[in-house]
């Protein structure tokens, strides 16, 4: 089970992080990522980490803006997002599968990815 939390309104240029927060299995047996879903707009991968945190993802848009950690033993990923966008606004969803799976579905909108949390929902005003 997945559980995101830290979403919120915030200013352009303003930062937020976001965490996701799994239960129920083995953390580290999992890759996990984040997607994003925009009014009106189909789900895309923003990032993603592996298992071992030996790769990474970033869309190309949050680049150098987002970074993804994560923390094994709190079986946490978390997602720093600085300098945020109004195109940044959406409802952002943790997600997790196998290395191979996540990390070619992140480049995506993600639909065979196996397991979602709720989302939590990121309003940047300008």
């Known amino acids: 089970q997945l559980q995101a939390s830290g979403g919120g309104l915030v200013q352009a240029g303003g930062s937020l992080r976001l965490s996701c927060v799994a239960s129920?299995?083995?953390?580290?047996?999992?890759?996990i990522g984040w997607f994003r879903q925009a009014p009106g707009k189909e789900r895309e991968g923003i990032s993603c980490?592996?298992?071992?945190?030996?790769?990474?993802y970033y869309l190309h848009s949050v680049k150098g803006r987002f970074t993804i950690s994560r923390d094994n033993t709190e079986n946490t990923v978390y997602l720093q997002m600085n300098s945020l966008k109004p195109e940044d606004t959406a409802v952002y969803y943790c997600?997790?599968?196998?290395?191979?799976?996540?990390?070619?579905?992140?480049?995506?909108?993600?639909?065979?990815?196996?397991?979602w949390g709720q989302g939590t929902l990121v309003t940047v005003s300008s």
């Open positions: 980490i592996d298992r071992s945190l030996d790769s990474q």
């Open positions: 997600a997790a599968d196998s290395d191979y799976t996540l990390l070619t579905s992140v480049k995506g909108s993600g639909n065979s990815v196996r397991f």
């Open positions: 129920g299995s083995t953390f580290d047996d999992y890759a």
